[in-house]
């Protein structure tokens, strides 16, 4: 009994020993890094962070990534030199944020510890009315409209419009109205035509999301007034803030628009996605790369996602600095062959509004 009870335990101890070593050799579970991708509080400034946030988390190992809502783009600004190492941050950046760095601090200065990696379908300047019989902005004379409060590159794009359509903004009444009033005014119709960035098209308004319901539920009662191509392309060469005009089918966002019409715009604003300056150049490279080789998930989370490309995304920081792209997302580019995009509309950029 006693020999069979050692030699049970010769077996057992045999077995033991390649159990042991394959338990040794098993890797410890892998590390994750916990990541914040801070977003804006209504349209597609959640929208946006919500599909990178699925890219990430769906594609990029060792990662989990939460989206954050914070105060908005201004806030976001504020808390980005402070913000934690592995934090993505998203947020707008409009033409009279472009055209200020012309004689301003650069970015390094005005905007510390941020880096680009990418940018998403801009928002757009279109005239918008309750009146059928203002079709044109020939029709403007005599009408009331609203614009931002100066100073607002919005005014002088609008003033230099009037003025090739034969014009003065004498000829019209133009109300200064913040978002806050002009919520107020969307209700109860005191202005005959509004002039609010919108998020591409169908897109999304920069209002408030109280006031954006307020618009979203006139929508349907409102139209788009034309601009003529001549004098969109004249008024924003002349306004030199370096973003483009587009052709934009407006029926998804008004339904009163004719379906598959066409309507010339004036960008107004796009929206960027930084990481912190010093963020690890491996991860950032890491971010950067599986953001652009994932673009299709966009569509699945806002409209305009579907005009989302690796091309778009890059292209349009062409009014950024290499200083001011990540090192990470430069590697990337250059890897891609993106590189020869943003040295494009770098090049265009430069050309339009000058070296900054």
């Given at each position: ?23 040794q ?25 919500a599909a ?17 809502k ?15 190492p592995?934090?993505i941050m ?10 200020s ?9 005005a ?9 998403s379908?801009?928002g ?21 409209v ?14 230099d ?37 919108v ?26 007034v ?9 008024a ?15 029926h ?18 796009f929206a ?6 010093d ?21 699945d ?8 490309t ?8 062409g009014f950024?600095?290499e ?11 250059k ?6 995009v ?14 900054y």
């Amino acid at each position: 009994m006693k020999k069979k009870l050692i030699i049970l335990g010769l077996i057992v101890a045999l077995v033991a020993i390649p159990l042991a070593a394959c338990a040794q050799a098993t890797p410890a579970e892998e590390e994750v890094q916990e990541m914040a991708y801070l977003s804006g509080t209504w349209g597609d400034l959640t929208a946006v962070p919500a599909a990178g946030a699925k890219i990430l988390n769906e594609y990029l190992p060792g990662v989990r990534v939460s989206v954050v809502k914070s105060a908005g783009s201004e806030m976001n600004t504020m808390m980005a030199s402070t913000m934690a190492p592995n934090t993505i941050m998203y947020h707008t950046v409009s033409m009279d944020f472009v055209a200020s760095y012309l004689g301003t601090p650069p970015w390094e200065e005005a905007y510390p510890n941020q880096a680009l990696i990418a940018s998403s379908v801009p928002g757009y300047l279109i005239l918008l009315t309750w009146d059928e019989n203002i079709k044109t902005v020939y029709d403007m004379k005599g009408k009331t409209v609203q614009i931002l409060p100066l100073p607002s590159l919005q005014l002088r794009f609008f003033e230099d419009v009037l003025k090739l359509a034969g014009m003065s903004k004498d000829d019209v009444d133009i109300v200064f109205l913040d978002f806050g009033a002009l919520e107020d005014a969307l209700r109860d119709k005191t202005v005959d035509t509004i002039f609010p960035s919108v998020w591409g098209v169908p897109g999304r308004t920069n209002l408030s999301s109280a006031m954006q319901e307020t618009l979203f539920a006139l929508r349907d009662k409102m139209y788009a007034v034309e601009i003529p191509e001549d004098i969109v392309k004249t008024a924003a060469a002349n306004l030199h803030s370096g973003f483009d005009v587009w052709k934009v089918t407006p029926h998804d966002y008004l339904p009163l628009w004719p379906e598959g019409k066409e309507l010339w715009a004036h960008a107004a604003y796009f929206a960027v996605t930084t990481v912190r300056g010093d963020m690890d150049e491996e991860l950032a490279y890491n971010i950067t790369k599986t953001l652009y080789e994932h673009t299709d998930v966009f569509a699945d989370f806002y409209p305009n996602g579907k005009f989302v490309t690796p091309e778009s995304m890059v292209g349009q920081l062409g009014f950024a600095r290499e200083v001011m792209l990540h090192p990470g997302a430069i590697r990337y580019f250059k890897e891609s062959g993106l590189w020869d995009v943003w040295q494009k509309a770098r090049a265009e950029f430069v050309a339009s509004v000058g070296e900054y």
